[in-house]
């Protein structure tokens, strides 16, 4: 995300009352066709507003795709769908040369991912060389093809859809490429209101298509300026490093999370409290985050897989346990000894 | 399980070898069966205990309680259940065996016989000091450490003994020791699994190993430098003329008599000190005496002069008194008067086997076949009985000398015995030229001896205190002759010196001065009258007392022969007193003008703190509720810091501008503060209300979670409490202040912090049980748990500095470091 654009180019951070009238705006969008599943579409906001992409992880048929195609229809800018299936080539995906008859020389007709949101719909169904072709779109905001580089508009965020790994027909993603989800969140199973509530409505046709924009690609790079702006204190920082390098320290984790992590984890947090009306990242924030941003990223040992501990466990495990800094702001009060011993 | 049976026997038996120095102090042998009793008993509860899988403190609290039972059992009052089991009764007797030791610490000369308090001591410091040595050594794993109590033993010999202190003792200690650091090393190597030896062969668990011969050289040579190094290095007799103490074995009545009844070996410079020093007066003896003018009642003499000063040698010779007393060859002479008197004597407090009496006695009276009169020192002695309750009488004769008789006396030969045996003293280039100075001129030994003894007038600078002054000379007596402040002691020890070292004989005389208590011709004489003073032999006519020691400040006795240097200056210098015969009405003699120690004390500006009636003894129960209180105060200590903390942090009180410009931030429902100092004095209050949230939690065992942020605690709080809706509110509003202070740009701005606190306080305190309550007000965990963080945090930097220390020393100091290939 080196590319990203400057402040100026992102334009003006949003007032808070503003910023909170968009972003509800946009979650009860969501929420009028993904019922009862307000946390996930909020993490998937967050996701947007950090300026991440998002992969949506769930057994077929709990709407993870509606939730793409909603968040997307949500936002009037470029969205593009990319169906992956295992014969999908990374051209489908990047773009291709072809050559122009008239002109007589070769014109790049861009793929899939020159959009503000990629859906990638069933993204481990399509083999691990198509998958690649994201690499570079997703870390560096840009396309190359034949040696000519395409930068990619912003926002940018790749919203994936995939089946858990056991299902059949899937590919594993690479660690690469999971490295650059931001979040990963699982829809689960809706409650019994909710589907029954969804009975009534599904009756006849797809509501997703009804739905109607309520922000547009300038709105949301204000916001995500208004994001970048939040305030994480040394304590939340130093609580974030020591989140991430637990992890790495961690016995019962064969690959810990990456300083890309560390760096997505806070960006996050920043949206997060946004999000919540607050312009500081609380530790809460990074503890709500940690399973997330973290758990799709590590990989644990053979025991603990044995032992059936799943990632996200051991991440919830090391949040459970792990200090927070209470390292607190220096005042010139400490200096002068007029408060001092009783600190914790 | 059996590494800790082996280190708890070697442990013991460690123990037993550390007591061994004690051997010094006792003349029988009986405290060492006392101690190994003890150590074996408690050693056994030890292993017993630990065969079973307890705790690690309960067979240090085992060995402790079997230690209890077994001092029962051996120093019984008569009063125990069973004999073994302890009442109010035996712990009363327990006191009185310790006072008991105390007295006989004051007045008794090591070595000392069986008496029953002092084995009570010794057995209890034997008890004590082994089952320390077993919990540093196998409860803590620091048996570096068990060397400081074998030190504590160690040094009691060391400290009351005047000579050397035997070498073999030591050396049994210091193997002791060796052996217990060896064994516990052994065993910490054996918890890795089998030891290696080097010698490629499997060895038996506790065999030595090859490779610790290095080692066991280096421990032997170590206690070898240890024993001969003081051999080598000349010792120093500082501070011995101060007690003037006799040595080892040269008590009076030393021993056990052959009758068997338990004897006392009385270090008598130790009774003068002591006694005088004692705080109480009391009637040691009365004496009845048809002489006007009695001189001292005398009851030991010490003859041996080492370089500790005088000794006493113990009475010998000599017949029965029932048998008549020899009748001294009595010469008429000119300007010497001997008169016939007769004394009754009735001894209420004095326990020795000597009696006192006057000289030259002639005849005594109710006194049975075991009191033996020595014609050499003119002491009535006894092996088998002891002064304490006796009355007898006995005739005596006073002699009185004139100046000028006592100067027809000649030197005597060399080959005289007296001379040869009474003139020794301890070569002293210094004092033998003090010496010189002062008789010059004198040509006759009774010159010599009354130029001495003006020496040491008080205009010469010399004055009496109790309280002696140590000196740097490196030898007592010079100390004495500088510094010019000492008792009878010292003047009369000092003296005895001189004259010796002027070639006269001499000794010191140990009694009674003549006091200022009389009725009639009755006087009573107290402990605050025991005296000491210096005899000189004069040719034809025998010993003569001089008493140094300034008669105003001992109710002494002025005489002719020595009349008192200073009056003497003041009346005509060189003239002596033409009749011969004592002054009527001088300062000694008039028995209301003489004063008493007790009223020298008071003279001397001691403003009558010893010389006053001794007051009356606190009664317990004064020093019980003093106890109890000092106990309540100690337990206050925990909560009154507590409030104090609490008091230094409620909020309103943490100073600072109060925020003046406060603004509200568009959008943000709360208020917070943007003036900059005002910003630092809400964040350090948003501090101090949190911490005290959180020290009020732990006071109150609510489960804190250094996991958890401030908001997740103040809800776990609310819910886990069950705080009612105001308290909630309180809680969050802390939890909120708090996260504000420590996260955003912006601290809180409120000034119901100290309510919340308050409101929030109270409902926690209202949710927990009373004993909870009651726990967190008097022993709150937060201060507990702080201090003992600090302790552990203190400890562990000392461990760290000592670690370092040790390190760069073995570094600096390591062979190893030569060696060629060695360094790293």
Known sequence: MTTQRTQDELGRPLPPLEFRAVTEAIVANVERVIEGKSAAVRLALAAMLAEGHLLIEDVPGVGKTKLAKALARSIDCTVRRIQFTPDLLPSDVTGVSVYNQESRDFEFKPGAVFANIVVGDEINRASPKTQSALLECMEERQVTVDGVTYPLQTPFMVIATQNPIEMEGTYPLPEAQRDRFTVRIAMGYPDVKSELAMLDGHGGDDRVLDLLPVSDAATVRRLIATVRGVHASDAVRQYAVSLVTTTRESPDLRLGASPRATLQLLRTARAVAALEGRDYVLPDDLQSLAVPVLAHRIIPTAEAQLSRRTTDAIVADIVRHLPIPSERQRSPYDTRGQYDPGRR | MNQHRHLTLVAAAASILAALPLSGVFSAWTWLVDAVIVVITVAGVALLVRSLRVAAWIPTAAMALAFLFVLTWMFQSGQELLGLIPTPRTFAHFNTLLLNAGRDMQDMAVPVADREGLLFLSTLGVGIVAIVIDLLTIVVRRPALAGLPMLAIYSVPVAVRQDSVNVLPFAAGAAGFLWLLATDNVDRVRRFGRRFTGEGRGVDAWEPSPLAAAGRRLATVGVLIAVAVPLVVPGSNTGLLERFGPGAGGGLGEGVGPGGAPGRTVDMYAVLSGELNNSRTFDMVKVTTNDPDPYYLRFGVADEVTPAGFRARSPGGGQPVSSGLPVPPIEPAVGVAWRRYRAQVQVTALKMNTLPIYLQP??????????????????????????????????????????????????????????????????????????????????????????????????????????????????????????????????????????????????????????????????????????????????????????????????????????????????????????????????????????????????????????????????????????????????????????????????????????????????????????????????????????????????????????????????????????????????????????????????????????????????????????????????????????RLAVTEASTRVAETVDQWRESTVRVFSIRRLLPGARR
Request: aromatic share 8%; glycine share 6%.
């Open chain 2, 362 to 787: 002639t005849k005594a009276d109710r006194l049975d076949n075991s009191w033996l009169y020595d014609t050499a020192n003119q002491v009535v002695y006894s092996r088998r009985s002891d002064s304490q309750g006796k009355r007898y009488s006995f005739e005596y004769i006073d002699p009185e000398f004139t100046p000028e008789a006592l100067r027809t006396a000649r030197p005597l030969d060399s080959s005289n015995l007296i001379q040869r045996q009474f003139t020794t003293v301890p070569r002293n280039s210094e004092v033998e030229r003090i010496v010189s100075e002062i008789t010059a001129n004198k040509q006759t030994p009774y010159d010599k001896v009354r130029a001495i003894y003006n020496y040491f007038s008080s205009s010469n600078g010399f004055h009496y205190s109790l309280q002696t002054k140590s000196g740097t000379s490196g030898s007592a007596i010079l100390d004495f002759l500088t510094n010019k402040q000492g008792f009878c002691e010292q003047y009369s020890a000092a003296m005895a010196w001189l004259v010796r070292a002027a070639g006269v004989p001499a000794r010191v005389a140990f009694g009674f001065s003549r006091g200022s208590n009389r009725n009639g011709e009755t006087w009573t004489l107290t402990n605050r009258n025991l005296h000491a003073w210096t005899e000189v032999y004069f040719e034809r006519f025998g010993w003569v007392p001089f008493d140094a020691t300034p008669a105003s400040s001992v109710g002494g006795v002025e005489s002719a022969w020595a009349p008192d240097p200073t009056r003497q200056q003041n009346a005509s210098s060189g003239s002596t007193p033409a009749d011969g015969l004592p002054i009527p009405g001088g300062p000694g003699r008039d028995p209301s003008a003489g004063p008493d120690p007790a009223r020298a004390d008071r003279l001397d500006g001691s403003s009558g703190s010893s010389g006053a009636p001794a007051p009356e003894p606190t009664p317990w129960p004064v020093w019980a509720a003093l106890g109890a209180a000092a106990a309540a105060l100690l337990l206050v200590v925990p909560a009154l810091w507590r409030t104090l903390l609490r008091r230094r942090r409620s909020p309103h009180r943490i100073a600072g501008p109060r925020p003046l410009a406060v603004t509200t931030v568009a959008g943000s429902p709360d208020v917070v503060v943007t003036d900059e100092s005002a910003i630092d004095v809400a964040r350090v209050r948003a501090h101090a209300a949190w911490d005290e949230l959180i020290d009020t939690m732990i006071d109150h065992r609510l489960p804190v979670d250094p996991a958890a942020s401030p908001r997740t605690t103040a809800e776990r709080l609310i819910t886990g409490s069950a705080l009612d809706e105001w308290a909630a509110t309180g809680a969050r509003l802390l939890g909120q202040a708090e996260e504000r202070a420590r996260y955003a740009r912006q601290p809180l701005r409120s000034d119901d912090l100290t309510g919340s606190l308050r409101t929030v306080r109270e409902a926690i305190a209202h949710r927990v049980s009373v004993r909870t309550r009651l726990r967190a007000i008097f022993l709150p965990a937060s201060v507990l748990g702080r201090w």
